[in-house]
């Protein structure tokens, strides 16, 4: 089979759209790419097609397969491996609404009258995990018949760059990896994913995409190793990925990255600001493990305390990998219809997702830099500009803290790229396509001549405009829908004003009440009058006792609480709540007449002459100091 070159028409027949420029924390820049082999398998390396840092065309990445499929006709089909089953739900919906067939094989639902769906060419495309790509005997099978071969137009491997990940779990490298345990929700990952490249290989003439917008160069050569690739037959085509309308704020976190207390100076109250107003926002939280604190502070912020156990909630949803399917769905259609501006998120959300509403991203702690590009890059897909804050930790323990820490000799690795990105004095829009920690270095002035001679307007990152970007910090909580371009633009007329993060006050223990004759008198007549109710309400035999259902723990919390006991109600926060009809009915009766009786009369009376003769000696010990 000739392999297909490399055309400029979208139109026309074959099978790549090149565009170019660089990708984004590459510490080298590709300018030459090698042409395309003649014969045989023929490999394609982009790294972008729907770049996060560049205005998005939801037709773009859809050319390349649209050209794919006239190039081999209906019957024709491509399959693309994802790195999370989520991914490809997302994009099946998505090439449905432009008229395509597709399916996502998750490990659920692949069977054998799918398979023979497949090989009579019932779909354009096929999407498919890794685990299914390699471990699954049945799409193994499938795969290399003479048939299903036949049909096959492209192979395609979104988000390339996780290969890399793989491999530094397989080598191990990963246990020592901080950058690389900082992010869940990347991909998932199994040992046998190293194996893909014999799989790849066994395709004559089948050309394969590799998709990737963070993938930086040491990558790349790890992926071509990986894989068992030869990079003279690979074409890397390459994507402007700037984004000069994004603005990159990076501030110092005040508070502990488990506490999150740093988001409270983003919100501000409801009732100055309605969750209708608010900035439609995605927070991205590096593990599954914080979502309830990040909740409770944002619900904190908003006045709305308690907020964060409500699961419609109109403030803020989540989605993590983890996330319940139907759940899924609910998060993303609200937001897409507005019905609330918050999504707290891992990077499961946002790799499938095409949404131009989204007009702020909050990253909270430090992370690989490839990772953070692709988060912060959701937000102003419009063409509008958009705000990136990134709160990252002041110090890191057994990490870089600032740039002296840095030696020329250091190797590369993501652990020493993820503390840079914390301290670099350089741009952050430059620091976007290079690595770079010194501003004499020369190619931040190249980087930064090309980006006037493609006529970005200045960069108002953090680093470039400092006080403009502490004026914003400082009124971050004010920003809403219709003031949002105003501030951004105008920052440095804003009033310059203190600020503190609001701190939430310790409660106190209440002082543990000692249990004196009273008060055991009335715990054991509340277990009593308990024992002898269960028995009445349930007669016959059970399987389980009065006991289970109201021990001497909670007759005892509630005999140290009697003075704040007042009606029936007042008693179920001292037990955890009813647990049968009529318990605290009952309880509350007993209480009621163990006050009536002598115990308790006595106990009162006690009190009141210990009191009387309190006074009486007080009163005679000032008259004798008189």
């Known amino acids: 089979m000739t392999t297909p070159q490399p055309k400029t028409d979208p139109d026309a027949p074959g099978l790549m759209v090149p565009w170019s420029v660089s990708s984004p924390w590459h510490t080298e820049r590709d300018t030459e790419s090698t042409p395309p082999i003649a014969t045989g398998t023929c490999l394609y390396w982009v790294d972008m097609i729907t770049p996060p840092w560049q205005h998005h065309d939801p037709g773009r990445r859809a050319d390349l397969h649209r050209v794919a499929v006239k190039t081999l006709g209906p019957a024709g089909a491509q399959v693309l491996i994802n790195p999370l089953d989520a991914l490809g739900d997302n994009q099946v919906a998505e090439k449905k609404a432009q008229g395509f067939t597709a399916i996502n094989l998750a490990k659920m639902t692949f069977n054998k009258s799918l398979s023979d769906k497949i090989l009579a060419g019932a779909f354009n495309f096929v999407y498919l995990s890794p685990k299914t790509f390699v471990d699954n005997e049945l799409f193994v099978s499938l795969y290399y018949k003479p048939e299903f071969q036949a049909r096959l137009a492209l192979i395609v491997i979104d988000e390339a760059h996780i290969i890399y990940s793989w491999g530094l779990v397989a080598s191990g490298e990963a246990k020592k990896s901080s950058a690389h345990l900082r992010t869940h ?20 003439g089948v050309p394969i995409l590799f998709l990737s917008a963070t993938c930086r160069p040491e990558a790349r050569k790890a992926i071509f190793e990986c894989l068992k690739l030869d990079p003279d037959n690979v074409t890397i085509i390459h994507g402007e990925l700037t984004r000069p309308k994004i603005r990159i704020l990076r501030f110092p976190m005040d508070c502990s990255l488990k506490k999150a207390s740093d988001l409270l100076q983003i919100f501000g109250q409801r ?8 900035l439609p926002t995605l927070i991205y939280s590096g593990t599954r493990n914080a979502p309830g604190q990040i909740l409770k502070v944002v619900n904190e912020a908003q006045g709305t305390v308690g907020g964060e156990n409500n699961p419609r909630s109109k403030l803020i949803c989540r989605y993590h990998a983890v996330t319940g399917d139907r759940d899924k769905i609910d998060t993303i259609n609200g937001f897409e219809a507005a019905e609330f501006p918050c999504i707290l998120c891992t990077m499961a959300l946002g790799v499938g997702q095409n949404w131009s509403r989204v007009r702020r991203v909050i990253h909270l702690g430090r992370a690989d830099p490839s990772n953070i590009c692709q988060m912060i890059g959701w937000c102003g897909r419009d063409g509008k500009p958009g705000l990136a804050v990134l709160f990252m930790e002041r110090r890191r323990k057994g990490g870089k803290n600032k740039p002296d820490d840095f030696l020329a000799s250091d190797k590369k690795t993501d652990d020493l790229r993820m503390d840079a990105l914390a301290v670099t004095p350089v741009c952050l829009r430059i620091c976007s396509s290079l690595d770079n920690l010194s501003l004499e270095d020369p190619s931040v002035s190249e980087e930064r001549l090309r980006e006037e001679s493609k006529g970005f307007p200045p960069c108002k990152c953090s680093n470039c405009e400092p006080r403009e970007a502490e004026l914003l910090r400082k009124h971050m909580a004010e920003m809403n829908l219709a003031n949002f371009l105003d501030m951004c633009e105008n920052a440095k007329d804003l009033e310059d004003i203190e600020y503190t993060i609001k701190k939430k006050k310790k409660a106190q223990a209440p002082k543990k009440i000692k249990m004196g004759p009273m008060l055991n008198a009335l715990s054991d007549t509340l277990l009593k009058d308990f024992t002898r109710f269960f028995e009445t309400t349930y007669p016959e035999s059970s399987s389980f006792v009065s006991e289970d259902m109201f021990d001497r723990e909670e007759s005892n919390s509630i005999a140290q609480n009697l003075g704040d006991i007042h009606d029936s109600g007042s008693i179920a926060k001292y037990i955890g709540g009813k647990k049968t009809a009529g318990q605290l009915e009952i309880l509350h009766d007993s209480i009621i007449q163990f006050k009536e009786g002598s115990v308790y009369q006595k106990h009162i009376s006690d009190v009141f002459n210990y009191t009387q003769n309190v006074v009486v000696c ?3 010990f000032k008259y004798q100091i008189a």
């Not at 991909?187 to 290989?201: C, E, K, V």
């Not at 009732?271 to 608010?278: A, T």
């Open 185 to 204: 929700d990347v991909s998932i990952f199994r040992p046998s994913y190293g194996n893909m490249g014999a799989q790849l290989m066994a395709n004559e």
């Open 271 to 278: 009732e100055d600001i309605p969750d209708s107003d608010l």
């Open 618 to 620: 007080q009163l005679c």
